[in-house]
């Protein structure tokens, strides 16, 4: 099984919504990563986590708020966010961390914020 | 600083043509690299990757990629194209905290 799960497929939500992300692999790897992808643009790193510790956070607003339940879930959780926000958000994983280790990207969520 | 520059952002070619995708890399980045591929409304699939050892690398679907040291480049190359392979191609090479940085993107579309 190759495959990282994401849900919602599509999400709207308001500027004064909740709302959370899922994202889940069974391969076993203990990395995992968001990303940011705004249309016609690669995909921003926001934040990596390795063996289920954050290590890394690009400066991203405390408005997205990451947690690692497990070795196999990463979620997102979004309040008060701003219409810029809207993207489409990628999680990946891989066996772990480093450039020789494949990330394997799940669909993605489309997000709307209204 | 740390770079992936893809001077293409479009490349229109016709079905069977030949293509060539440019991707070059600064020298500050390791020399991991990789070619993405992302289809209208999905993620990222991992096309080909450059680790080490022979410089040509191959991906199962026919498209290649040579790596070049001297001219820090990793361009990729399809004898003949396809409507399917109508796509944004991503250039990436490993950054020096483990990650992916990533080129602008070429949108390469293929007409028939």
């Known amino acids: 099984d190759t495959e990282v799960t994401q849900t919602p497929k599509h999400l709207v939500m308001g500027m004064t919504n909740k709302k959370s992300l899922k994202c889940e692999q069974h391969?076993?790897?203990?990395?995992m990563y968001w990303y940011k992808q705004k249309a016609k643009k690669p995909p921003e790193l926001m934040f990596v986590?390795?063996?289920?510790?954050?290590?890394i956070n690009e400066s991203v607003p405390s408005r997205f708020s990451p947690e690692c339940p497990n070795s196999s879930l990463l979620n997102l959780h979004l309040h008060a966010l701003q219409p810029e926000d809207s993207a489409l958000y990628l999680c990946?994983?891989?066996?772990?961390?480093?450039?020789?280790?494949?990330?394997?990207f799940g669909p993605g969520t489309r997000l709307t914020v209204t | 600083a740390q770079s992936v520059t893809q001077l293409d952002s479009q490349v229109p070619v016709f079905e069977e043509a030949p293509v060539e995708l440019r991707c070059n890399y600064s020298?500050?980045?390791?020399?991991?690299l990789f070619w993405y591929v992302q289809y209208p409304n999905q993620g990222l699939q991992l096309l080909l990757k450059?680790?080490?050892?022979?410089?040509l690398v191959e991906s199962i679907n026919g498209f290649e990629a040579e790596f070049n040291k001297s001219q820090t480049s990793f361009h990729l190359r399809k004898p003949s194209v396809h409507i399917s392979d109508t796509a944004e191609y991503f250039c990436?090479?490993?950054?020096?905290?483990?990650?992916?940085?990533f080129g602008k993107g070429t949108k390469l579309s293929v007409k028939p």
């Open positions: 990946a994983s891989s066996q772990p961390t480093g450039g020789t280790y494949e990330q394997y």
């Open positions: 391969m076993g790897h203990r990395a």
């Open positions: 986590y390795s063996y289920e510790k954050l290590s």
């Open positions: 020298s500050s980045v390791s020399v991991y």
């Open positions: 450059y680790l080490s050892g022979s410089t």
């Open positions: 990436a090479a490993e950054g020096s905290q483990g990650n992916l940085i």
